[in-house]
């Protein structure tokens, strides 16, 4: 079968990947080019034992905060779109604790998959890997601390292994006195974006992957034999099924195939991220989080990245800078040694967030396909969301 993935992120190309695998023609269409989405600059943290529904109970009591604190983490424009309200009202009702227990229980088999997945990727040919390590947060009172060990709590009730070891906050010298507590979770691991991207890439263009870096799929139609797509530039494209794996902006495509009903009515989670120097001395070398700011510290190539946010605005709107001047002025009381004038690498990008956090990974009908919806963690989920859809694109279709 000739299959079309459109969208070279991590979703894309972990199905691309697959798909190729499984004795398939694959093509791959991109409008801007590999990891143009929210697949390049993003923490690469995988650690399923903290990796939770994004709606849950409480989370986002201080909304008052967000409308009137520019600096908050979570940040929404004024005034709503009626599409953001939609998916909010959706989101909102998501946030029981039944539904959350719920979301942790179907989530736990990839999460007790995603450290294996990673390693048949690698199988499959990707010259890159997962970097074992220690996970360090820092809080600034007890009461975070407390929330560490109930959300481990309900990861161990679902079967994912984990252990919260409370330290000393002198553990890292990273930490400034803000931080009172501190905790680290073993056993975890993380990547380097940018390189991993490139080595997928690299890696499905091996297994025969036609990569198309400059394919803005506008319209396409299924009929009974196929699948064809049009681009931005006129040229069309046929095969004999579609894998939507466009992150946030999937719906446009899915709308275009199917009609608005097929939409999955994501919004656009903008997270930023930034490249900054740390004087040797106080250089972490491994992961750190900062819950109660919502900031993420990732070692990156004798830097450190660090990442954080979520603005609910259109995916393609301008980046913010003043975003990431929040992001620095969470961060810089916490830690010391950092050089937060000089930043480089400053990056958006656009988390596809579903109205009810969970990704969809799925047969829209019989020959298109979607792999979506990961919000915050597409890393960690993506490998195994490229193996899924090619498991059903192979029995739907055969090979
Ligand atoms: C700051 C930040 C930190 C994060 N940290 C983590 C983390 O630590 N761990 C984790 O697991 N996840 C993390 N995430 C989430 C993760 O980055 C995303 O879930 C993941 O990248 C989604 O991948 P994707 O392939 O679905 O979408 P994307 O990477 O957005 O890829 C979609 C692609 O489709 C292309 N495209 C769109 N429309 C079209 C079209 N019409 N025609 C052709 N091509 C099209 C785009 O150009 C893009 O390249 C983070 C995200 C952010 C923003």
Known sequence: MHVIVVGAGFVGLSSALHLAADGHEVTVLERTGVAAGSSWGNAGFVVPPM???LAAPGAWVNGFD???????????????????????AKFASQMTKKRYAASVRAEAPALKDAFAAF??????GVKASLTRATFTMGFESADGLEGLKTGMAESNSVGLEGNVDVVSPEVLPFFSDKITHAAQVRDQAYI?????????????RTAGVNIIEDADVVSGYEGDSG????????????GDAVVVAAGVWSD?????LHGKKARIGMAAGRGYSFTASVDPEFLPTEPVRFPSVSVVVTPYRGKVRVGGTMEFLPADAPMNPARIDSIKKALRPLVRGIDLENTTDHWMGP????????????????????ASGHGM????????????IAKLVTERLGR
Request: aromatic share 6%; charged share 25%; net charge negative.
């Open 51 to 53: 990796t939770k529904p």
């Open 66 to 88: 967000m409308m009137l604190n520019k600096d908050a983490p979570l940040s929404m424009p004024q005034p709503f779109s009626p599409r953001l309200a939609l998916f909010l």
């Open 119 to 124: 390693g048949r990727m690698e199988e499959l």
């Open 192 to 204: 380097d974006p940018p390189a991993y991207m490139e080595a997928l890439a690299e890696a499905c």
């Open 227 to 238: 699948v064809g797509l049009v681009d931005r530039k006129g040229r069309s494209y046929g």
């Open 252 to 256: 446009d495509l899915l709308e275009t």
């Open 351 to 370: 988390r596809p967030v579903s109205p009810d956090g969970s990704e969809r990974v799925e047969a829209v009908s019989q020959r298109t396909f979607v």
């Open 377 to 388: 963690w597409g890393v960690t989920l993506g490998p195994r969301a490229g193996e899924i």
